[in-house]
């Protein structure tokens, strides 16, 4: 049962449309119960009417049987009375009567077959012990019976007089149900009649009401799809259902979504052309410069060609930048994952960065609380350390510090760089991480930089799993704390 139960539900699979599925359910609940109720009514017709035909041939028979008695039928079979009586039964439910006497041997039989012929049965053995049976077979039609022919007779007894209950005899009887097969068949064919209508009314039914139910998807549908052509870009709103509500909302968020990176996407891109567009714009200007002063002494040229070289050099910066955070957007960038001793990629990069720190009297000082080895990318991480600590540097005062402080607990390791710098303001925090944003725009040339190292830094926090927060005051310098997994955790 389970197996076919499991049949259905695969083939129902096959069917991918909402609308033809609840076409199909609609249909199967409307027509299966009106053929199951014209199926039991019918079998309950028949039922009732061989019962009844039964317990009215029945009771013929028991009359009959007493007549039987009465005139001695079994010992001489010539009475003109039982013979109509049993002619008119036979003709009344186009039947067969056999009357077995006491020896089994047939006294009378209507169709003249078995006259005189020893019957032995089951049927016939029990009704000379007294029982009254019945039969229906409803394959050839016919209801057979098999009703006891008694008589009372008064036995003395030592007590005295007593009536006791004696079977003389047998009659088989078979009777037609072809009257009640005719009544059945007519009234099937009504109902079958009625069901054709009732059909055609639950199909249409069924029709409407898939189309009234899935008229939510089809707007659905139909928004998404100006969205997609490009003909609106409002949200869309069908709160028929609870269904349709949710699966809006859902997509209402993705086209927010999907605004804040196509905004990005025109900000990066006009970003780019700015920082870009300026390196060439500055040569353009030192060329022509040249160009115009035929006679120009060698001092000009040697310092026009150095500024030229230098804004080269910071188109080159910009442009290796831009090639390291696409390959930091990449989702499926692998990282070379090993195990680093945080402490010495720490102090390694520290070293390296304070030359630049000592040009602008910054101290650079490294706490180390507690030795911390985990599995990461070395490259990735050098990248992490060295612009926090460069840009603490950066846009820190004179005579200023920077601290990193490294420490870790069972899960995570964290590197605190603290600056007493020029702080962010309150209003820039949560823009320092996009690409080519820059607090301070009138000094970004004189700091240098392209404004995509923070945005460099979080990518290859996250690639790692870890997370990175920042605290500052406007004036007195910023904190950047870092946290990352000791253990790779694989994407």
């Not at 129902?12 to 039991?40: E, K």
């Not at 799809?225 to 949710?246: C, F, L, Q, R, W």
Request: hydrophobic share 45%.
């Amino acid at each position: 049962m389970l197996l076919k139960l499991r049949e259905v539900f695969h083939k129902f699979r096959l069917f991918p449309s909402l609308r033809v599925r609840l076409l199909v359910i609609i249909m199967v609940v409307g027509i299966l119960p009106s053929v199951l109720m014209r199926y039991g009514i019918m079998q309950s017709y028949e039922d009732r009417a061989v019962a009844l035909r039964t317990n009215t041939v029945q009771n013929q028979l028991r009359i009959l049987a007493n007549h039987l008695i009465t005139y001695n039928y079994l010992q001489d079979n010539s009475s003109e009375v039982i013979g109509a009586e049993l002619a008119m039964l036979s003709n009344l439910y186009d039947g067969r009567v056999v009357i077995i006497g006491g020896n089994f041997k047939v006294v009378k039989d209507t169709y003249d077959i078995s006259q005189g012929k020893t019957i032995i049965s089951e049927e016939v053995i029990r009704s000379f012990r007294g029982e009254t049976l019945s039969n229906y077979d409803s394959v050839h039609g016919y209801i057979e019976m098999t009703t006891p022919i008694t008589e009372t007779v008064k036995i003395m007894t030592d007590n005295g007089e007593v009536e006791e209950t004696v079977v003389r005899g047998v009659m088989l009887t078979s009777i037609s149900t072809d009257s009640i097969i005719a009544t059945m068949d007519s009234l099937n064919q009504r109902a079958m009649i009625l069901e054709a209508l009732m059909i055609v009314v639950i199909i249409s039914i069924a029709i409407l009401l898939s189309d009234i139910l899935t008229r939510p998807f089809a707007r659905i549908t139909q928004a998404i799809n100006d969205v997609k052509a490009g003909y609106s870009d409002k949200s869309i709103s069908v709160p028929d259902y609870m269904e349709t509500v949710h699966i809006v909302d859902a997509f209402n968020q993705l086209l927010g979504r999907m605004k804040v990176l196509d905004d990005s996407r025109q900000e990066f891109v006009a970003n780019v052309s700015h920082e870009l567009k300026t390196p060439l714009a500055s040569m353009k200007v030192l060329a022509d410069s040249l160009l115009a002063q035929p006679e120009a002494p060698v001092e000009m040229y040697q310092e026009f060609m150095g500024d030229i070289t230098a804004e080269i050099d910071r188109e080159n910066q910009i442009i290796t930048d831009l090639l390291a955070l696409v390959k930091m957007d990449k989702k499926a960038a692998d990282l070379n994952i090993s195990t680093v001793n945080i402490n010495e990629l720490t102090e390694l990069v520290l070293k390296r960065l304070r030359p630049i720190a000592r040009k602008k009297d910054v101290e650079v000082i490294f706490e180390s609380i507690r030795p911390v080895t985990a599995e990461v990318d070395e490259v990735k991480m050098t990248l992490i350390i060295s612009n926090l600590v460069e840009n603490a540097i950066k846009y820190n005062k004179e005579h200023g510090s920077v601290e990193v402080v490294l420490n870790a607990d069972h899960q995570m390791f964290s590197l605190e760089i603290s600056d007493t710098g020029i702080g962010i303001p309150e209003d820039s925090l949560e823009h320092i991480y996009e690409r080519f944003y820059r607090v301070d725009k009138s000094h970004s040339k004189e700091v240098g930089g392209t404004g995509l190292g923070l945005a460099i830094t979080r990518s290859a926090i996250l690639m790692h799993r870890g997370s990175i927060t920042v605290q500052s005051l406007e004036g007195e310098g910023s904190t950047f704390i870092v946290k990352i997994p000791l253990s790779h955790i694989a994407g």
